[in-house]
């Protein structure tokens, strides 16, 4: 085996993102990550929301963390299924994590919905020194901005990979 290995070639990893070939899916996109059935019957989806093209484009830091408090706090006014609203470490998108079996198509109108409480928003949840850890760090027009580069882009959100 050549010193360099292909990803094909390497064995698979325990992150199921970590699995999947970035070079082939075309943000933006809404996908099923991650699906659990827990021991007691109890069934955990997570989604990613896949904003920006990786290893092309990404989202500022403050507008990560505007949306996350944002979607965070907002997509639980559309489902009690919500547990976790968190972004990438490279900035180009959050994974989205509910209880119970639900499909992309489910999450769809909940995110939209979201997204437009974000577009209507006219302060960001909880972005001061109180209840945050960088309040300062906030932009609400760049979330308002990817807010509406994704809304405008719905029609895409099922085509994971290019092609």
């Known amino acids: 085996m050549t010193e360099q290995t292909t990803h094909d070639e390497q064995s698979r990893m325990n992150v199921e993102s970590f699995n999947l070939?970035?070079?082939?899916v075309a943000a933006p996109y809404v996908r099923i990550a991650d699906?659990?059935?827990l021991p007691g019957g109890d069934v955990l989806t997570k989604f990613d929301l896949r904003f920006?093209?990786?290893?092309?484009d990404h989202l500022d830091s403050e507008t990560v963390h505007s949306l996350e408090h944002l979607m965070a706090e907002h997509m639980r006014d559309h489902t009690g299924d919500v547990i976790d609203v968190s972004p990438m470490g490279c900035r180009t998108g959050f994974y989205a994590l509910l209880s119970g079996d639900h499909t992309a198509e489910d999450l769809a109108p909940v995110l939209a919905a979201t997204l437009e409480d974000v577009l209507a928003a006219?302060?960001?949840?909880?972005?001061?020194e109180v209840q945050c850890g960088w309040g300062a760090h906030h932009t609400l027009e760049g979330a308002q901005r990817a807010a509406r580069a994704f809304l405008d882009r719905r029609a895409e959100w099922g085509t994971v990979t290019a092609g």
């Open 21 to 24: 070939d970035h070079r082939t």
């Open 35 to 37: 699906r659990k059935v």
């Open 52 to 56: 920006t093209q990786p290893n092309v």
């Open 122 to 128: 006219t302060e960001v949840p909880a972005a001061n």
